[in-house]
């Protein structure tokens, strides 16, 4: 089992910035995938976005690409969320996911990742 914590929300306006962090368990050489994904009040958890450990490849939601970026280091067992140009809309609770492996077809998908952190609030204000 994986052990994540995420950090780094908080109340943010529209048009800031926020960086996320999940700490990880992994190891170095470990073969996962990380996801970020968020749930707003009354919504489904919906994909974020996610990269792979070893390579460092990233996959994004249609509705933050060119907004958010994702990115680790194994040394600090560190995956970060950067978001920039919030929104209204990016109010959510975020998590952080891992699953065994590349991010095959159900990268996307909330049953595709099988550890779990305790998630963090973001609230961005207009």
């Known amino acids: 089992q994986v052990q994540l914590a995420e950090s780094g929300g908080g109340l943010v306006q529209a048009g800031d910035s926020l960086r996320l962090s999940c700490r990880t368990s992994l190891r170095t050489f470990s073969t996962y995938t990380v996801g970020w994904f968020r749930q707003a009040p009354g919504k489904e958890r919906e994909f974020v976005g996610c990269?792979?450990?070893?390579?460092?490849?990233?996959l994004y939601a249609d509705s933050v690409k060119g907004r958010f970026t994702i990115a680790r280091d194994r040394a600090k067992k560190t995956v970060y969320l950067q978001m920039n140009s919030l929104k209204p809309e990016d109010t959510a609770v975020y998590y952080c996911?891992?699953?065994?492996?590349?991010?095959?077809?159900?990268?996307?998908?909330?049953?595709?990742?099988?550890?779990w952190g305790q998630g963090t609030q973001v609230t961005v204000s207009s």
């Open positions: 996911a891992t699953r065994a492996g590349p991010p095959g077809s159900s990268y996307y998908t909330v049953n595709g990742y099988t550890d």
């Open positions: 990269i792979t450990w070893s390579e460092g490849n990233t």
